[in-house]
Every structure is written in C-alpha cells, then in structure tokens.
C-alpha cells in the first residue's frame, strides 16, 4: 500500500475511491493505504466495501457501488480484493462505461497473480490498468527453476504458470528446512504436546481436541527468523521486526497487446525506471526529482495522465459564498439588489479564471451577510470547512496564516498588505521650497566657505593682481565674483597666481557637486508629491498614543492586537471611505490600518491624505476551497495563466485603476531627503587644507620679500623707544603687504640704481682726493 499511495503521488492525485472485499486482510490493506495517503495529504474519499470473495456469486453489489462510485468526483479507484471479486469488478466496470477516458484503476497483486498463473483473462476489460507484482531479481536459479517447472508441468502444450507467490512458497520450504536442520543439530526434538484449551474445545464437526501444539515452536521462530539465505525470489532475510528487508514491486501496465511494465517501487529508492537492487549500494534518495516512471496508457487509450477527478454528476451546482460588503464594492457587490447576481474586480477574475479551465464549472453564488456591515471574513472562510454550507469562497479573501490552516488556497490574484494612511500637507506648496534641497547647516557651511575660499583668494591676489586692489568696496565686489563665478563656470580674462589657481580649481570641482546634487534634490522636490505628517510609519502608531482605525471585518483588528500588541481600547472600527475620511478629518484616529488595495481606492477620491511608510505585512487575496481541493490547483493554474496574458492587468485597470486627485501620491512617504553636511565635510575639509597651504606659501614668501627688499627708515627718532620700534616695523609691513609687488620691485630698482650712483660718486670723489 506504500507502493500505491507513492504511485498516487507521483501522478498528483489526492482523492480516491477503495473497492475491497468484506474480510481481515482487505481490509488491513485499504487501512494502511489511508494512513499511508494522509501522511502526503491525500485522502480515500470513499470505501465500497463488497462480500466476501468466497461467498459473492452474483455481481448484484459490485454494480452498486459502481455506480455509486460513477456519480462522485473522484476518478482514481484501488481495487483490492481476490481474482474471483476482482475480474467481476472490470466486467461490470466495462459495462457501466468506466473504462473509459478519465478514470485510473489500480488493482493490487491479485491481477498479476491472474496474469502469471496464465487464467485466461479478456484483455480489453483490463486495458490501461496499473497492477504491481512482487519484485524478484533474475538470476540463473530462478531461470533454471522455471525451466523445470515448464518441462515437468507440461499437459499438451498448457502450462500451469508460475506466479510469483509459488516462488515464495519454494523459498519458504526451504526457510522452514533450514530452520528445522539447524534445530536438530543444535539438539533439539521434534517433540509434540496437547494444548489444553484446544482440548476443551467441543465442536460437532471439528475434532479440535487431535490438534498437538510443537513444544519446540519458539526456538523454531527464531531460526526463521534468523534465516539468511539466496533463494529463487533472490536474497533471504529478515529485519529485527520480522519484516522484509527489501521489499520492492515491478509496476505492470496492462494494455490491448499485453503487459507493459513501467518501472519499479522499492522502500529504499521509491519509484525507479531502473530495478531496485542497483541502488542498493548507494545511500537513499527518495527526493521527488529522483522518481520516475515510464509512459502509461490510461483507460480509453490516451497516453495523458488523467486529473483524477470531474465534478459529481448529481446535477448539483458550486455553492460559491462570496461577501456581501456595505463598503468598497468595487470588489464585490450586489447587481441591482438581485438574490444571485454579483459583480467586482474579483468576481471578473474567478470568472476569467473558469474560463481557462478545460472542463466546465457549473456554480452559484450565495452572499454571506446582511449587506449593512462588512461580515467577518473569518467566519465566511470557516464556512467553507463544513462542506455543507459552501464548496468555495470567491471575493476579497486575504491569504493569512489562520485561514490557510483550514482551507486551500489558489494563487494570489492581487497583492496586498496592511499599510498606515494618515492626514498629510504638501511640502512643495511652500514658496520657499527652492531652500529645502540643504539643511540649515549646510547652507551656513556652504555660504561660510563662498566667504573663506573669497578671502584665500583675495590675500593670494591683492599684491600681485590689479583687479584686486583698488577701493575696499571695488575689492569686495572682485572678490565675490571670483567665488561665486565658478558656479557658473565664467571664463574670466582675468589672470591669478598659481596658488589662487590650484585654490579655484578645487573650490570649482566642489561647487560641481555640491550644485549637481542641489539640482537633482530640487527636481524630486519640484516635480514628486512631497507630503508632511507626523505619522512616519507603523512604528511611530505603535509608539504613539493615537486612536487607530480600521475596515470592519479585516484581520487588521488581530494583527494589531496580537503581532503589534497595540492596545484594543486604541482600535477604532470604521465601515466606509467616508468613516475614514471623516475620522481622519476630525482627529478621531491619527491614521488607519487597512489592505493595500482597499487604501488605494480610497485614496483615489480622498487626496487630503496618503500612505505612510511601507507595507508592513505581506499577503495577497485568493479564492479559498476545501483543503485538498483539486480544483484549488487547476484555478491557480488559471490565474497564472491570466497574469501572463495581460487579462488580470485589464480587470484591474477596469475596475480599480481611477482618480479624482489631480497627481497621486498615495505611494509617496511624504520625508524628502535633504542634503546634509556629513554628506560633504570631506570636500569641506579639502578646500580647508587648500587655502591653508596656499596661504601658507603665499606668508611665506612675503616674509622672506620683506626681510630682504624692506626700504630702510629715512628718518629715526634719535632714540627711538622699543614700543615705538616695533610699532614703526608693523606699520611698515602692513604696509609691504599692503603695497603692489610692481611698486616693491619699482622702488627696489631705484634703491639699487641709487646705491650704484652714490658708489660711483663716492669712487670718483676718493680719486680725486688722491689725485690731488
């Protein structure tokens, strides 16, 4: 039964139907196979049970339950009984049509044992069946035995086949043997004693008293058990627990022209395409992508693996519950106040879904609720579980952990989320927004730096360039167009040093980017919504003390209650968009809680508010249907199959893609980002260095000017004081510093042409002297 549930896995089948007979090992059998199916979360839907194989004479109760079994959903059908039940089953089964396409039969090792004890069998009622036979490996003993049993059984050219259990039965003789043989020599006696109860036993046609029990049975036992042998099914031996200890079956397809073997199960390498014993040296794998099996023909000659399962034929519809909302009825809503017909974004889509299905879904939708107030979402989904009340769920059914403990779900057609919406104001109505880009210590640093690389350039000019000379307010002027015409990149005819110049280039490269990055801070200002609130997220509503709203019947409620361990006196229900608006309007919540589309839509006619922070769950809505529902799959699959065409975009471009606001801004945060100094204080800090060292240099090299070219002091007090002294010799370089270095040089050229003369006179007035 492990073999069969593993087969019905394989095909991704989940429901089906068990025929067996009335007696102790069928019925163990079907047992172990629906605990073998519920651990892979498969199930057997219905038991036909029949009478037993030895009295049922008449195939009166087998066409019962077939029929029974043709009008259910299921179409995968195990049959597990003895040959005499089991070839009446697939007459009648022939007879009633359900050996056509669309049905799988699996029968147990009965059929095989049919097959090769060469019972004559009318192929065509087994065609496309699957059976298993008991694995033994070939080998020469097995050949040879076979060889003999053909030659010595023979009757004029019939044969009596040799199945696989006649092969047990040889090996088991031989286990028996061995067993006794071993008992002997270890000195045991076959000795035999009456069992006392037996004797007690008094019956009219049993002489139970004349049965002995084997006083040595229990050491007998144990060499059984014990035994370790190769026999003609292949290696002998048995686990501690008595079983096996590889048990493995030949998986057989019986088609028009014969049999068809498929491939192989074991309980060590699952479902294999190569026989078992070559993977016995290798460590297990039993992972789904090591199973294989080969092409099958199902029943009606198709090579297509069947779904398993149709829709009962008992000309009953799909009871569809879907909710009937008092609010956001875009998504789901009555048509006119009619009992049955419903319309919305999500009834559109389940049914674009149906229509990609390839077998027709007959159904009916049922509203849950009174249509005053949005109903419980909970309860609708529960609905589902009962099988009474509703087969599906169709509408706005977010996909929680809850829910999907109960029920499946298909494929999320729409995501979505709980997000926080709240009142905001626009940043960028404010006539002053062009300042926003910077921090206020960015401007004051920005601005400071104009002024500091202004004055580095000034001292560096002021001596040796005529623009920067002049009248002070002619030298402010100059020196604020050379600073600030770098942020314009003026190309000036004007010279500077070679300092001033190494001291621009930087400034210029850090004006570059600093405008760069205003200009594109603006753009986002400018151009994208910017809104303000004091509600940045979820996490400011949790550390607030504000009231919080939320959609009657949302699991929002609990999730804020049990995730967030948000207060349930703060939770304020509220059941329209014009509650939310009004509540955010008038301060009754700071903000609300809700699914994402539902915030989109309201926020598509509401534009005083928006979304704050990002999601903070994510989810999507679904259809829910009973857990192990086929149809749940087949309807994903669908869904799927709408999102790569492009249809579900459309749906929801028709119902929910709208706005009455001028410019959205529902997915905005509302925090622009400014431009801080941490973002610059590297550059700040090279320009610093810069103008350091370029005046630095510039100190330098007056100095040195000064102490070499300094004019000496015509006239001196005849003794001077050392205040006055010091006084004259700052006045004087104040003055140097002060003073163009043309005229410095001028007046050095004049000193030294001076001093030429008045050594020339000095020379010609000693010649003379001697002369005379």
């Excluded at 000659?301 to 009953?316: D, H, L, Y």
Aim: glycine share 6%; net charge neutral.
């Amino acid at each position: 039964m492990r073999a069969v549930a593993d087969m019905i896995t394989y095909y991704g089948w989940s429901d089906v139907v068990a025929l067996y007979n009335d007696d102790d090992n069928s019925r163990n059998g079907v047992t172990a196979l629906g605990d073998e199916l519920e651990e892979r979360r498969c199930r057997i839907s219905y038991k036909a049970v029949l009478p037993l194989d030895v009295v049922i004479s008449s195939p009166v109760e087998i066409i019962e339950e077939l029929i029974k079994i043709r009008g259910m959903e299921s179409r995968v059908i195990v049959v597990n009984t003895f040959p005499n039940t089991g070839n009446m089953i697939f007459k009648e089964a022939e007879r009633l049509g359900m050996m056509e396409k669309g049905y799988v039969w699996i029968a147990t090792t009965w059929l095989t044992s049919l097959l090769d004890s060469k019972y004559p069998l009318d192929n065509r009622l087994f065609n496309g069946v699957l059976t298993l036979r008991l694995h033994t490996p070939d080998s020469r003993k097995k050949r040879d035995f076979a060889a003999r049993w053909k030659n010595k059984l023979s009757n004029n050219n019939k044969t009596i086949g040799l199945n696989v259990y006649g092969l047990y039965a040889y090996d088991t003789v031989w286990i028996i043997a061995r067993a006794v043989k071993a008992l002997l020599e270890a000195g045991g006696n076959l000795t035999f004693s009456n069992h006392a109860n037996l004797g007690s036993l008094k019956g009219e046609a049993l002489n139970l008293s004349a049965l002995s029990k084997f006083d040595q049975g229990s050491l007998l036992l144990d060499y059984i058990v014990h035994t370790k042998m190769s026999g003609l099914t292949g290696p002998v031996q048995f686990h501690l627990d008595r079983s096996m200890l590889h048990p493995s079956y030949d998986i057989i397809n019986l088609v028009d022209h014969g049999v068809h073997q498929i491939g192989y199960w074991s309980n060590y390498s699952g479902l294999s395409i190569v026989p078992p014993e070559s993977f016995y040296s290798k460590s297990p794998n039993r992972s789904s992508s090591n199973q294989h099996l080969n092409s099958v023909t199902w029943p009606g000659g198709t090579s297509i693996t069947p779904r398993g399962w149709v829709f009962r034929n008992n000309g009953r519809r799909l009871r569809i519950g879907v909710p009937d909302r008092a609010s956001f009825k875009d998504f789901v809503s009555r048509v006119n106040g009619s009992s049955n017909e419903v319309q919305g974004y999500c009834i559109d889509v389940f049914e674009a879904a149906v229509k990609l299905l390839s077998y027709p879904v007959p159904h009916e939708f049922i509203f849950f609720g009174d249509g005053l107030t949005n109903p419980n979402y909970n309860e609708l989904v529960k609905k589902v579980t009962t099988g009474v009340d509703f087969d599906a769920v169709v509408g706005d059914i977010a996909i929680v952990t809850r829910r999907t403990k109960i029920v499946d779900y298909t494929q999320p057609y729409i995501e979505s989320g709980l997000v926080v919406v709240a009142p905001v104001t626009r940043l960028n109505e404010n006539p002053w927004a062009f300042l926003r880009p910077f921090t206020l210590p960015m401007w004051g640093v920005t601005a400071s730096f104009f002024v500091i690389v202004g004055a580095a350039i000034w001292i560096l000019e002021h001596r040796i360039n005529d623009e920067f000379r002049g009248p002070p307010r002619r030298q402010i002027i100059t020196i604020l167009w050379f600073t600030f015409s770098t942020m314009f990149f003026s190309h000036r005819e004007t010279t500077v040093s070679t300092l001033g110049r190494m001291v621009l280039l930087i400034w210029l490269f850090v004006v570059l980017i600093i405008t760069s990055s205003y200009t594109a801070s603006l753009t986002s200002i400018l151009t994208v919504q910017q809104l303000n609130s004091p509600i940045k997220g979820v996490d400011t509503l949790i550390s607030s003390s504000g009231r919080i709203g939320f959609q009657v019947g949302s699991f929002a409620e609990n999730y804020m209650t049990e995730e967030l361990n948000i207060a349930r006196s703060r939770l304020v229900p509220l059941a329209s968009p014009e509650e939310y608006a009004n509540a955010l309007q008038n301060g009754t919540v700071a903000a609300i809680v809700d699914e994402r589309p539902y915030v989109d839509l309201f926020l598509s006619d509401y534009c005083k508010f928006a979304i704050r922070g990002q999601e903070f769950t994510r989810c999507g809505w679904g259809f829910a249907f009973p857990r192990d529902s086929p149809l749940a799959v087949d309807m994903s699959t669908a869904i799927l199959g709408l999102s790569e065409t492009g249809e579900l975009q459309k749906i929801h471009d028709r119902w929910l893609s709208k706005s009455n606001c001028s410019s959205p801004h529902g997915s905005q945060s509302g925090d622009s980002e400014q431009l801080n100094v941490h973002s610059f204080w590297g550059m700040f800090l090279v320009v610093g260095i810069v103008c350091l060292v370029a005046l630095f240099i510039h100190f330098f090299k007056i100095i040195h000017d000064f102490c070499k070219y300094t004019p000496e002091v015509v006239e001196e007090e005849a003794i001077p004081s050392p205040k006055r002294s010091r006084l004259t010799k700052l006045q004087t370089f104040l003055a140097f510093v002060d003073e163009k270095e043309e005229e410095t040089q001028r007046r050095l050229k004049r000193k030294r042409h001076n001093n030429l003369s008045m050594n020339a006179n000095t020379i010609s007035r000693s010649a003379s002297r001697r002369s005379i």
